[in-house]
């Protein structure tokens, strides 16, 4: 009953308008007060507790990261880049925003800001070569999906501090999942256009073009290999490649392309400090909601109703990819992550599911809500860059959210995609 009211309270506050942050704060007062006699000092200090870590201090450098790449000219870059190898092709500037969104991906390690980035460079194009409005929005949004997955990824170190897994097993395990979203998503795209009619650039690709965009681009190229390549390398933590990534960011940004000034480089903090604060707020009282949870046993209560429902592990892991990506849609991924990996965690560790493997299916499955309303984080970002309403990019969404279920299917099915990929490079 108590949990029933708990999530209740929380999505009816969420519904009404209420910050995220404060409706999980709020809900978990009422239940500490209405259903528990522990004190509530318990709430304050687990808030503490939840944001005292170390390698959570990565997610504020990140976010700093993407947003100076973007103001510094990266993103740019980027898309010049994916434009000059498959630009020309049929549906070929969706399906470079695709491919810019995967490479920038690997620099924000955010949805929202991997959309925006996009999003603000490829639409006006888009719209130029007559896509439909719909199409090229919510295309973009589903692309700034990858964002999540592809390494280095905020959800990947959110999930890694709350189980215990290691971030950079996380990043690598993201790999494979991310390149079949940017597949799979490129195929969806190549269809579509070719049955509307949408073409790509006028001009074939040239040598001389493709090295002109490769030399302009290539500091912007180097950025993911020296940011994973660090991790990988053992060179630097998790957390000291997010300041890597700021130092090169500004360094490129403000001396190589020479785009990132003064004014640009105030707005850049106040914005990234404004996400952090945001971030940090809702893991803090998420960090509370499942200490509540942990009390009240609620981890095991589930995996005992679920276990008695079915002992199959396809119908098991069914049950939970559905309920996850529901989840998805309602609430934003960091405060599902910590609330409920774990609760869910013991019931896929029962039918020989990794908390690696698990963290993936996790992450992709609320990456997957960022498209579907009304909760679609980058399906918003879209809308508002665009100015179209969500209720008009439904459609698609519908169509790309069934498209992104196929790499949700292999890394949920085929174990190798996420413990056989990673253990190639142990």
Partial sequence: MEILAMFGVMLLLIAIGLPIGYAIASSTIFTFVVFSSTSLRIVSQNAFTGIDSFVLMAIPFFILAGILMSAGGVARRLVDIADAFIGWITGGLGMASILTATFFGAISGSGAATTSAVGSLMLPEMKRK?????????????????????????????????????IGDLFLA?????????????????????????RGSD????????????????????????????????????????????????????????????????????????????????????????????????????????????????????IINVFLMVVGMLIDNIPAIIILSPIFLPVVQSVGVTPLQFGVIMVLNLAIGYVTPPYGTTLFVASAISKISVDRLSRYA?????????????VTYWPWFTNGFVALFK
């Fill in 130 to 166: 007559k896509y439909g409005d719909e199409f090229s929005a919510t295309l973009i949004a589903s692309a700034g999906s990858i964002g999540v997955i592809i390494p280095p990824s905020i959800p990947f170190v959110v999930y890694g501090v709350t189980v215990g897994v290691s």
């Fill in 174 to 198: 993201g790999i494979p999942a991310g390149i079949s979203m940017c597949v799979a998503l490129m195929v969806a795209c190549y269809l579509i256009s070719k049955k509307k009619g949408y």
């Fill in 203 to 318: 001009t074939k690709p040239s040598i001389k073009n493709i090295a002109h965009t490769l030399k302009d681009g290539i500091w912007a190229l180097f950025a993911p290999v020296i940011i994973l390549g660090g991790i990988y390398s053992g060179i630097f933590t998790p957390t000291e490649s997010a300041v890597v990534a700021v130092v090169y960011s500004l360094i490129i940004g403000t001396f190589v392309y020479k785009e990132l000034t003064l004014v640009k480089l105030k707005e850049s903090f106040y914005t990234a400090a404004v996400l952090n604060g945001v971030i940090v707020f809702i893991i803090g009282f998420s960090g509370a909601m499942a200490k509540y949870l942990a009390l009240e046993n609620v981890p095991q209560r589930v995996s005992q109703g679920i276990l008695s429902l079915t002992d199959n592990p396809i119908l098991i892991l069914l």
């Fill in 398 to 410: 519908i169509i790309f959210t069934l498209v992104l279920c196929v790499p949700l299917a292999l």
